[in-house]
Structure formats: structure tokens, C-alpha cells
């Protein structure tokens, strides 16, 4: 994790897109003890792109605040940008606001 002060813009740009249709996987606790090294899903953000122009700058935006990126990859005709750990995770929801985040729970 990476102690960036991000600006006011970035992080209105990167909370428009996460509240437009991003979505966040947690752990499954639960599946986690049961399973052990078996269960691999993690805590997880996506940003959803509807273009490529779109994708390189939910990129841009992700590089100036200071998060680690992954690859992105293609789902149906949109892409997905996601940020993995659940640091990071935890430091993306604190910067883009709890509130109106969508919760997507994945077994």
C-alpha cells in the first residue's frame, strides 16, 4: 500500500465509476475455515468499463491514488478492472465512500 494524497478529482472520478456499476467480492469467512487452502477467492474491487478509453483511465486514476493494478479483462462487451487485498480493498472503500457501494457476496 502506497501513502499517496490522491486529489479531490481522481477520487470523485474513481467513486462515480464504482457507484455506476463497480461491485466489491469479500471473503467468505465461513467457506474459508472449512475448505482451508482449497477456498482461493479473495477480498476484491471491480471497476466496471464500458470502453477502452474508459479502462485506461479508471488505470490512470487507480495509478495517481496510489493503488496496485491488476490485468483487466473482458466480460461480455465491458471490461473489468479489478484491486485485489484486503487492504487495498478496505483503503478503496474508505477513499470512494461506504455508502452507496454496491455489495456483490460470490461463493
Known amino acids: 500500500m502506497v501513502d499517496v494524497t490522491p486529489s479531490a478529482d481522481a477520487v470523485k472520478r474513481l467513486s462515480a465509476y464504482f457507484h ?7 471473503v467468505n469467512a465461513v467457506r474459508r475455515v472449512s475448505e482451508g487452502r482449497l477456498y482461493k477467492k479473495g477480498a476484491e474491487v471491480r471497476l ?9 483511465e479508471i488505470r490512470r486514476l487507480l495509478k495517481e491514488t496510489g493503488f496496485k493494478r491488476a490485468r ?3 466480460k461480455g462487451r465491458q471490461w473489468r478492472q479489478p484491486v485485489y487485498g484486503v487492504a487495498e480493498v478496505a483503503r478503496f472503500l474508505a477513499l470512494v465512500g461506504k455508502s452507496k457501494r454496491r455489495l456483490k457476496s460470490r461463493s
Open 72 to 74: 483487466p479483462f473482458a
Open 48 to 56: 466496471v468499463a464500458d470502453s477502452v478509453v474508459e479502462l485506461r
Open 20 to 26: 455506476r456499476n463497480g461491485y466489491v467480492r469479500r
